[in-house]
Every structure is written in structure tokens, then in C-alpha cells.
């Protein structure tokens, strides 16, 4: 069964700094790309950051870059979200998900982690 | 690249057809997904690559489109399918749009 299990959301300061996890398992991890996707309170989804199976592309939706890297262990099974000079507007439910296919050209995400939450607030 | 979902909601009743229209703001070829949100939910793949079924969706999904224009249709709505729909281009690094609410009429 896959299974991306995250860790790491909390409260933290305008300014502030925090890394997000997800823990996959019951798929090889090194064979897929994977991204971070969030939602902002009742708003809708945008899509945060890509990495391909070994780390050596990534890329950022407009309003992190600069300020989140995305990163992964295939040793861990693990897929990291470093946040820093956070914002109020950060604020969000970050999912991992598995990537399908490529990022430029197709592809999709097929299973989606249960979210963690991000507070941004002074 | 700017995806816009029309119309931001859609009231319809149980048995009715859905269209949902995603504009993309330049050409993404047939590079488009359809997805749906239920409350409390990750989102869930419906439809790559503009008209390919994912695992497991029923049949009364469909998507068309390529270019810039794209839409999908649910031709019998079932009461599990009002819910929030995404679009996202991967002609580039991927964009969601705005969303399109189906709630009960």
C-alpha cells in the first residue's frame, strides 16, 4: 500500500524558519519525482515545488522561490520542505505527493500525503 | 502559465451534466489534469493529459480540449461527485486553477 506520511507543521513567526517531512513507503521511492502542493485556508491549490527522482532538478512556484527548498533522502525514503523567511501569507496546508511523469511535459500526481499545517502568525 | 476555471460554482441536481471549463493562458498542448477536492480531502486524479481516465474513475468523467481550451464533463452527477474541481497545466512547472465548486441545486 502507498503511504506518504508527513510531519513538521506548526506555529511559527513571520521570518521564521521550518522544514517540513514526508515519509513514503510501498513504492520505490527513487524511481519518482515529487512535489509539495498547498491550499491556504478555503482557498484553492497551488503548486509549491518538484523535485525529479535524484535531486539534481528542482523547481518553484513563483511565490517561494528564493525562500523554500525541496529536497530528498531516497536513502530514508523521505522528501524535505525547507521553508525560511516565512510569511502570514504562507499559511496553508502543505501536502507531498507522488509525481508521475514529467513536470514540463504531462505527467500528474496520483497519491497525496494527509497534509500538514502551517501557521504563520506573530 | 494562468489557468481560469469557469464558472467559480455550479448548481446542479443529482442525475444532471457538469461542464467545467478550464482556459489556459497560453498553449499547453494536451499537457492538462483534472482532479477533484471533496472537504477535508487531498484531492483526487481524475483525467491526464486532457483526456485519459485515471485508475479506478467511472466512466461518467470525461475531459476534452488542447491548446488553451479544456473541458470537463460529468454526464450524471452522483452525490459524491459535488465537490471542488482543479485543473493544472504540466506544460511547464505545473499551475492549479482557480477551482470550480459543483454544489446541489
Known amino acids: 500500500e502507498v503511504q506518504l506520511v508527513q510531519s513538521g507543521g506548526r506555529v511559527v513567526r513571520p521570518g521564521g524558519s521550518l522544514r517540513l517531512s514526508c515519509a513514503v513507503s510501498g513504492f520505490t521511492f527513487d524511481n519518482h519525482q515529487m512535489s509539495w502542493v498547498r491550499q491556504a485556508p478555503g482557498k484553492g491549490l497551488e503548486w509549491v515545488a518538484g523535485?525529479?527522482?535524484?535531486?539534481?532538478?528542482?523547481g518553484y512556484g513563483d511565490s517561494v522561490k528564493g525562500r523554500f527548498t525541496i529536497s530528498r533522502d531516497n536513502a530514508k525514503n523521505s522528501l524535505y520542505l525547507q521553508m525560511n523567511s516565512l510569511r502570514v501569507e504562507d499559511t496553508a496546508l502543505y501536502y507531498c505527493?507522488?509525481?508521475?511523469?514529467?513536470?514540463?511535459?504531462?505527467?500528474?500526481?496520483?497519491?497525496w500525503g494527509q497534509g500538514t499545517l502551517v501557521t504563520v502568525s506573530s | 502559465i494562468v489557468l481560469t476555471q469557469s464558472p467559480a460554482t455550479l448548481s446542479l441536481s443529482p442525475g444532471e451534466r457538469a461542464t467545467l471549463s478550464c482556459r489556459a493562458s497560453q498553449n499547453v498542448s494536451s499537457y492538462l489534469v483534472w482532479y477533484r477536492q471533496k472537504p477535508g480531502q487531498a484531492p483526487r486524479l481524475l483525467i491526464y493529459?486532457?483526456?485519459n481516465r485515471a485508475t479506478g474513475i467511472p466512466a461518467r468523467f470525461s475531459g476534452s480540449g488542447s491548446g488553451t481550451d479544456f473541458t470537463l464533463t460529468i454526464s450524471s452527477l452522483e452525490p459524491e461527485d459535488f465537490a471542488v474541481y482543479y485543473c493544472q497545466q504540466r506544460a511547464n512547472w505545473p499551475t492549479f486553477g482557480g477551482g470550480t465548486q459543483v454544489e446541489i441545486k
Open positions: 523535485i525529479n527522482w535524484n535531486g539534481g532538478n528542482t
Open positions: 505527493a507522488r509525481s508521475i511523469g514529467s513536470f514540463h511535459f504531462g505527467g500528474f500526481e496520483d497519491y
Open positions: 493529459d486532457a483526456s
